[in-house]
């Protein structure tokens, strides 16, 4: 099966994202590849190892994202490319699942595009189905089973509910949430093999493509409003004296 | 100002964040609430009393079971015709998945997961979270129609009011040639009270698994006896949510140890929450778990470690063990409750 992984370079979750005079900062945290990402390739791995094919990688990013790019071939992706073009700054979810459906187009034969279920720092969590609707293929989003029996795949989708199994024919999208299952950590051969991988630039202009105008804008950005709490540490003499003195609190905050 | 309100529902049971957007939709224009299903005309009658002036019903075999393919291009091709200004939808797996793809059909863009929204002339201004509300952001539309999920809880739920009625106007849904996606059945949960809708969630950390009184069975190995001491510790953790009617919540870190299921993750890689009562058992509290309940009413942290960040965030805290504190609150409660 030939898969594409559809990844996104993000600052680490464990950074404190602020902005400073209307920019975004994350101070000195590393960029890492999105953490549900990791679940995607993972996922296009395993297909890969029970049914054979190949797994390559699109990042559309600036010459920096090479790092999320790397991450996934020392994981096991075969190969990979990174869309890059000045004329996408700004560009919003719409214009991306247009460049992603325009390369998956480009790549040819593509038989399934995996993707996170959302990027940790925009968290729109749109592309996928809009990559999918763009392509018109189905969209098998928030997969936490996937199935395979060499014609029609399967999948239990992860829902308010519980799970909803569906399946479709190739070519089709997937977006995998974290209950599918630990992703594998890099080899130390994957590492090495990654380092030395040569990783094609793709313009627009390789895509046939101009930049598809954005339409949503972000006129302000901001810190959100501090939590201005003192905690009222509840002390007594036996935890039943500190349970019912904790009750009293937080009845009296009519919460309940 | 035209509004449209997709109702989510499933199998003809609406989620509450749906009436929330009704009312949300009210205080900019004049709603017309939109019903997709087979079997869906009990819904008429809540969505005028949540306030809807004009319900679209589209009640048909063909939209018996939910599909985003579907459903996202019913919505495109009435909102064609109907040309509404604004389009509304909750922030639920399916409303997202609808949003995305009609946006996608219409060329326009989605606003997702508003939590606070103004008109500015005939413009949306819709603030969302980035990075699980780290930060926000102001956020508008330059095409129509805007489109816009708006986030469960985030929005007071209109007071029903009996009897009240409105325009129903039927409609046929598209003839939608062959579906690529088939839904082949469903698997219900039993996880109890989901995380987005609860008032009260009662969440564990790694430090349910430490309590130093239990003595695992014997043949575990290190690892197994970690899980099996977590297992003891989330028991405490579920009976006082179910005494609270509450979600169960956990971090990260007792995830990915393997204490509970993915899905009662809270954080920035799990889910964001807001409810009216956190209740954090054993959580020091890292960024990226803060993230995701920083926005709750009231937060109450239980922690051995005086010097853990949860408590920065704490109305009340208690510095203790919570081995011994979790089970002497749910007595407490039981008590009070009358449960």
């Known amino acids: 099966m030939k898969i594409v992984a559809c990844i996104k370079q993000v600052p680490d979750s464990a950074a404190k994202v602020v902005v400073e005079n209307g920019r975004i900062s994350w101070g000195d945290a590393p960029l890492v590849i999105n953490p549900w990402d990791e679940f995607s390739i993972e996922a296009a791995l395993q297909l890969k190892e029970k049914h054979g094919g190949t797994v390559t990688v699109i990042s559309v990013g600036g010459e920096n994202d090479k790092e999320a790019i790397k991450y996934a071939l020392a994981m096991g992706a075969d190969d990979a490319i990174l869309i890059t073009d000045p004329t996408l700054a700004g560009a919003d979810t719409q214009a991306i699942a247009q460049v992603l459906a325009s390369a998956i187009l480009k790549i040819g034969g593509v038989e399934a595009g995996f993707f996170g279920r959302q990027a940790i720092d925009n968290d729109s969590g749109l592309t996928p189905a809009q990559t999918a609707r763009l392509l018109n293929w189905p969209a098998l989003t928030l997969a936490a089973v996937i199935t395979y029996d060499g014609s029609r795949i399967r999948v239990e989708r992860s829902i308010e509910e519980g799970r909803q199994s569906v399946s479709a024919n190739l070519p089709v999208v997937i977006s995998l949430v974290k209950d599918y299952g630990e992703p594998r950590y890099p080899s130390f051969m994957g590492i090495r093999k990654a380092a030395r991988a040569e990783i094609p630039t793709w313009s627009l202009t390789t895509l046939g493509i101009t930049a598809p105008a954005p339409v949503i804008s972000w006129p302000e950005i901001m810190n959100p409003p501090s939590r201005e709490v003192v905690c009222e540490i509840i002390s007594g003499g036996t935890p039943d004296e500190i349970a019912e003195t904790l009750a009293d609190k937080i009845l009296a905050e009519k919460v309940l | ?339």
């Open chain 2, 1 to 339: 100002m035209k509004i449209w309100v997709y109702i989510d529902h499933f199998k003809g049971k609406a989620l509450p964040a749906s009436w929330e957007v009704v009312g949300a939709g009210k205080k900019l224009g004049t709603v017309a609430a939109l019903i997709f299903g087979q079997n869906v005309e009990a819904l008429v009658k809540d969505a005028f009393e949540h306030g809807a002036d004009e319900v679209l019903l589209a009640d048909d075999a063909s939209l018996a079971d939910y599909s985003a393919e579907v459903f996202s291009a019913n919505l495109a091709t009435l909102a064609t015709s109907g040309s509404p200004d604004i389009i509304m939808l909750p922030t639920t797996t399916r409303g997202r998945e609808i949003a995305a793809m009609a946006a996608i059909d219409l060329k326009t863009g989605v606003m997702v997961d508003g939590i606070a929204i103004e008109l500015q002339g005939d413009r949306l201004m819709v603030t969302r979270p980035i990075y699980a509300g780290k930060l926000l952001v102001k956020e508008t539309c330059s095409t129509k129609p805007q489109i816009v999920t708006l986030r469960g809880r985030a929005f007071p739920k209109p007071t029903p009011e009996p009897g009240k009625t409105g325009t129903l106007t039927k409609v046929t849904p598209i003839s939608g040639g062959e579906l690529k996606t088939k839904v082949e059945g469903y698997s219900t949960s039993d996880s109890g009270v989901s995380l987005i809708d609860a008032n009260v969630i009662v969440s564990g950390g790694r430090g349910v698994s430490n309590n130093p009184a239990l003595t695992p069975p014997a043949g575990l190995d290190e690892k197994q006896a970690e899980i099996w001491r977590a297992q003891q510790g989330f028991t405490l953790v579920k009976e006082l949510a179910s005494v609270l009617g509450a979600a169960v919540g956990a971090s990260r870190a007792a995830v990915d140890a393997g204490y509970v299921p993915y899905s009662h993750q809270v954080g920035q890689t799990g889910k964001v929450v807001s409810p009216d009562l956190y209740i954090a058992n054993g959580i020091s509290g890292a960024i990226q778990h803060l993230a995701g309940m920083r926005t709750s009413k009231v937060i109450v942290a239980i922690n051995k470690d005086a010097d853990a960040p949860i408590f920065k965030m704490a109305r009340f805290g208690v510095v203790g063990d919570l081995f011994q504190i979790l089970p002497a609150l749910t007595t407490v409660f039981k008590k009070r409750l009358g449960k």
